[in-house]
């Protein structure tokens, strides 16, 4: 291997499964979708769904960050409310009341007991942001920092709470709001890609 070859990047990407009027999720179509696609010859993509529920996701974070030991986790979830691919850029701790699919709340409400009740994460989402909607394809996208304190916020936290430095969050609108599957990934694609530029400028 000649010193100019770059080492490989390990990204994984995260998708939900169906929960209430969800019984296709969007986010995991689209994660489906972009394992198809490819991110770039050096760039190792693992894709994992999700269930909507606390105990399940509060295992299987750390599980991933262990067992990839990924320079990026990017967690995809739907929003019904989203009309653009929407960058998280802030986790809450407390206030997950909202039961899962199992008809549970979190453990005491609450992702990670005794930690920041809010994480920012490191990548910055309005550079990210702004590449995408340079980017000459259909999807545009928009900053909030309200992930909705449901699972996707809960993932999002525990993500964070490992490495806030490679970890983010996407929601994006239910399929044909208006936006195909495709496109949508494409999306994802450009903003993974914007961020993975971001975390090996930081290191």
């Known amino acids: 291997m000649g010193s100019h070859s770059m080492p490989s990047k390990t990204v994984v990407v995260t998708g939900f499964g169906p929960f209430g009027d969800h019984t296709v999720n969007a986010s995991w179509e689209c994660v489906k979708c972009l394992q198809e696609m490819t991110l770039g010859d050096d760039i190792r993509l693992f894709v994992h769904e999700l269930p909507v529920v606390y105990t ?9 960050w262990a067992d990839h030991k990924p320079d990026l986790v990017v967690h995809v979830g739907v929003s019904g ?3 653009e691919l929407t960058l998280e850029q802030t986790a809450r701790n407390t206030g997950y009341h909202r039961l899962d699919v199992d008809g549970c709340p979190a453990d005491s409400m609450c992702c990670v007991d005794g930690a920041d009740d809010c994480i920012t994460s490191g990548i910055n989402m309005a550079l990210v942001c702004q590449e995408l909607n340079e980017a000459n394809i259909k999807v545009k996208a928009v900053i909030s920092n309200d992930a909705g304190r449901y699972l996707c916020d ?6 964070l709470h490992i490495d806030r430095n490679r970890c983010a969050f996407v929601h994006v609108p239910p ?3 208006p936006y195909t599957v495709h496109e949508m990934a494409e999306g994802l694609r450009i903003a993974i890609l914007a961020m993975l530029k971001q975390v090996e400028q930081s290191t």
């Open 175 to 177: 399929l044909n709001t």
């Open 56 to 64: 399940t996701v509060k295992k299987k974070v750390p599980e991933i």
């Open 81 to 83: 409310s989203a009309r």
């Open 154 to 159: 809960f993932s999002f936290y525990s993500s």
